[in-house]
């Protein structure tokens, strides 16, 4: 059995057990007596019940309504009480945002989920990167790596944790997602840009693109090349290193072939 097919298999344990965890942790909670929502905006009386009464499976659109939210006088309770549900609909790819899965991030962010208890806030901690290693390792993961990597970073206003995941998971698959991940990145990135939205006003936006492009430049590039990822995507990473004048006259910027 070769090495890739033990690290999904071992991923896929993983985050079986990880989900599991939730269900435990979270089992019974339910939002606050008191929560309320605009009936002409989120929904009705009998839904908002719904949250008040643990355990009861959600309907999509209420899981979503929910989630997406911003105006509970509670966030954090109702997402204690939606999150086993939630995460297992995150993980089979149910879960559609308008701009990106870092909208479920800053759904999490808003919550505060670090500062909870340390049994819950270890068992959402736990599950954020299980789920992150899976969409590294498993050919069969629902959600691509670089969406579920945006949901984390904003999810916890940093990026070392999800990086230090990367190095150590490697593999043709895991390069394989790399390379996506820099395709999908480059243009906002060469822009001077982050390639996704960061809704959490605590979170530093530049630091976090400094943060990768110095990841990309360092581990990301030599690693690349070692999987013999093609030239052009090596030659972004390059121009990422490079400022002003020096990146846009360089003859391998995307501008001289389009």
Same mark, same amino acid.
Not at 134 to 162: I, K, N, R, Y
């Given at each position: 059995?070769?090495?890739?097919?033990?690290?999904?298999?071992?991923?896929?344990?993983?985050?079986?057990?990880?989900?599991?965890?939730?269900?435990?942790?979270?089992?019974?909670?339910?939002?606050?007596?008191?929560?309320?929502?605009?009936?002409?905006?989120?929904?009705?009386?009998?839904?908002?019940?719904?949250?008040?009464?643990?355990?009861?499976?959600?309907?999509?659109?209420?899981?979503?309504?929910?989630?997406?939210?911003?105006?509970?006088?509670?966030?954090?309770?109702?997402?204690?009480?939606?999150?086993?549900?939630?995460?297992?609909?995150?993980?089979?790819?149910?879960?559609?945002?308008?701009?990106?899965?870092?909208?479920?991030?800053?759904?999490?962010?808003?919550?505060?989920?670090?500062?909870?208890?340390?049994?819950?806030?270890d068992a959402v901690s736990?599950?954020?990167?299980?789920?992150?290693?899976?969409?590294?390792?498993?050919?069969?993961?629902?959600?691509? =790596?670089?969406? /579920?990597?945006?949901?984390?970073? *904003?999810?916890? #206003?940093?990026?070392? !944790? @999800?990086l230090a995941d990367w190095? +150590?998971?490697?593999?043709?698959?895991?390069?394989?997602?790399? =390379?996506?991940? /820099?395709?999908?990145?480059?243009? *906002?990135?060469? #822009?001077?840009?982050? !390639? @996704?939205?960061?809704?959490?006003? +605590?979170?530093?936006?530049?630091?976090?693109?400094?943060?990768?492009?110095?990841?990309?430049?360092?581990?990301?590039?030599?690693?690349?090349?070692?999987?013999?990822?093609?030239?052009?995507?090596?030659?972004?990473?390059?121009?990422?290193?490079?400022?002003?004048?020096?990146?846009?006259?360089?003859?391998?910027?995307?501008?001289?072939?389009?």
């Amino acid at each position: 059995m070769h090495l890739g097919h033990l690290q999904h298999l071992a991923a896929r344990r993983r985050l079986a057990a990880a989900l599991d965890g939730l269900s435990a942790v979270f089992h019974g909670m339910t939002a606050h007596r008191d929560e309320h929502n605009c009936s002409c905006h989120w929904g009705s009386a009998e839904e908002v019940s719904l949250l008040k009464t643990p355990d009861v499976e959600l309907e999509p659109d209420l899981l979503r309504r929910t989630w997406e939210a911003v105006d509970w006088s509670d966030h954090a309770a109702v997402l204690r009480r939606i999150l086993p549900q939630f995460a297992t609909a995150l993980v089979a790819g149910r879960v559609r945002a308008l701009s990106g899965l870092e909208e479920v991030g800053y759904s999490l962010a808003r919550g505060r989920w670090q500062q909870w208890p340390d049994e819950q806030a270890d068992a959402v901690s736990e599950f954020l990167h299980a789920w992150w290693v899976q969409s590294l390792t498993d050919p069969d993961a629902a959600v691509p =790596a670089h969406q /579920v990597f945006a949901m984390c970073a *904003e999810a916890s #206003g940093t990026l070392g !944790p @999800w990086l230090a995941d990367w190095e +150590e998971h490697t593999g043709p698959l895991s390069d394989r997602r790399l =390379a996506e991940a /820099v395709g999908e990145w480059a243009y *906002e990135l060469l #822009g001077d840009g982050l !390639p @996704w939205c960061v809704h959490w006003h +605590e979170h530093d936006e530049d630091e976090l693109r400094a943060e990768l492009v110095g990841w990309l430049l360092g581990h990301a590039a030599t690693r690349l090349r070692a999987s013999d990822a093609p030239a052009d995507l090596r030659h972004r990473i390059r121009l990422l290193g490079l400022t002003g004048e020096a990146r846009w006259t360089d003859p391998h910027w995307p501008g001289h072939r389009y």
